[in-house]
Structure formats: structure tokens, C-alpha cells
């Protein structure tokens, strides 16, 4: 199976705020790489899909680089609904995997 | 619209089983595959198991395979999280999400941008 290492696991920031969390792949996973945020009693939203593309509606405040083993999601300019929990998942396996997930508070 | 209603969730004793269902509305369900994902009190997203689109394929976590069972019925427009010798560490919100192509890596990855997630539905167990 894949594994997803996320770092950090939590994070102190403060609106206006560039964040950026890692997510490192066991073995190579080229761009099958999503990100999502988790808020508390929301379903999870998918932010980024294949490492670097936008979902619709998501604000271009969010943005996602990386291939093969190595990811990054970064959020410029925090805004205070941008503070929640977020996850990196493979979908390159058969068996999809998430990372540890980040807390994100100010 | 696309719209994905999980149901079955409740308490439960340790030990017994439970049956989660997700009904399926908006979009033409027999060409999707279809996950279960589960979040615990506390913790981080757990990725359960996938079913193909014309449920030829089926994969489990690690931490669920030969206790939980992942079906559906294209006819009905309905996917089935069959889970049996529940513990506590069960004890989570369970979501159905539609995957963004028929199962497992999609070919075009443009395809993940079609993936949806239900509501979701607590399972509680009790000891």
C-alpha cells in the first residue's frame, strides 16, 4: 500500500498569512494527488485534484504543486474561513490513502 | 443534482453488525465507482473501500478487510457498507463519496474533479 506523510500536523497562523503543508508519497504517485479541507460537521470539500488543479469554486488563494513523491498545498493571504483541517490523498493505488491531515488554526 | 444520502447509522453494541446504505440521486450511478470513508472522533480521514462501477471490483483497507463489505445494486441506485465484529475504534462518521470515474485510477485525471461526498452518517460503538 501507499503511504502519506503530511507535514506539519498542526499550525499556528494569522489571517493574511502564506501557509504551506507537505505531503510526501511512499513511491512514486506522478499528479494523482488530491487535497481536501475538513471542517467540523461539514463533509469534507475537495480542493485541489491531479497535485495542482483548481476544483471549481475554490478561491485562487488555494494553489498545489508536486509530482511523483513530493506535494505541497499552499494558502496565501489566510482568510478566517481557511481555518479547518486539511488532507492529502493518493488515488494512484488501488487501495486510496490519506495523509495524517494538518490542523490549521490561528 | 448529484445528491448521495447515507442512512443506518446509530448505536450499536461491540460486536454486532450494522448495515450503512447510501442512496444515490442526479447522475447516471452505474458508470461510478463508489468509496466508503470514515472519520473517527479526533482523528484523520480513513479511506475504507471501493466498489467498481459495474461492482466487478471491490478493495478494503487494511484495517477492515474480512469485516466490512462494500455492494451495490445499480437497479436501485444504491451502495452498501455491510460492517460485522464492530469495536469502539468503528466508532466514526461514515461517508459514501462517488468516485470520479468507473474504479480505481482514473485514466483521465480531469475525472477527479466529478467526485462527491454525501453528508455523511455516525456510527457509534457501544461497549
Known amino acids: 500500500d501507499i503511504q502519506m506523510t503530511q507535514s506539519p500536523s498542526s499550525l499556528s497562523a494569522s489571517v493574511g498569512d502564506r501557509i504551506t503543508i507537505t505531503c510526501r508519497a511512499s513511491q512514486s504517485i506522478t499528479k494523482y494527488l488530491n487535497w481536501y479541507q475538513l471542517k467540523s460537521g461539514k463533509a469534507p470539500k475537495l480542493l485541489i485534484y491531479a497535485a495542482s488543479t483548481l476544483q471549481s469554486g475554490v478561491p485562487s488563494r488555494f494553489s498545489g504543486s508536486g509530482s511523483g513523491t513530493e506535494f505541497t498545498l499552499t494558502i496565501n493571504s489566510l482568510q478566517p474561513e481557511d481555518f479547518a483541517a486539511y488532507y492529502c490523498q493518493q488515488t494512484y493505488g488501488t487501495l486510496y490513502t490519506f495523509g495524517q491531515g494538518t490542523k490549521l488554526d490561528i | 443534482q448529484v445528491q448521495l444520502v447515507e442512512s443506518g447509522g446509530g448505536v450499536v453494541q461491540s460486536g454486532r453488525s450494522l448495515r450503512l446504505s447510501c442512496a444515490a440521486s442526479g447522475f447516471h450511478f452505474s458508470t461510478y465507482g463508489m468509496h466508503w470513508v470514515r472519520q473517527a472522533p479526533g482523528k484523520g480521514l480513513e479511506w475504507l473501500a471501493v466498489?467498481?462501477?459495474?461492482?466487478?471490483?471491490?478493495y478494503y483497507a487494511d484495517s477492515v478487510r474480512g469485516r466490512f463489505t462494500i455492494s451495490r445494486d445499480n437497479s436501485k441506485n444504491m451502495v452498501w457498507l455491510q460492517m460485522s465484529s464492530l469495536t469502539a475504534e468503528d466508532t466514526a462518521v461514515y461517508y459514501c463519496v462517488r468516485a470520479g470515474c468507473g474504479g480505481g485510477r482514473c485514466s483521465d485525471l480531469r475525472e477527479y474533479q466529478r467526485e462527491y461526498w454525501g453528508q455523511g452518517s455516525l456510527v457509534t460503538v457501544s461497549s
Open positions: 466498489i467498481w462501477f459495474d461492482g466487478s471490483m471491490e
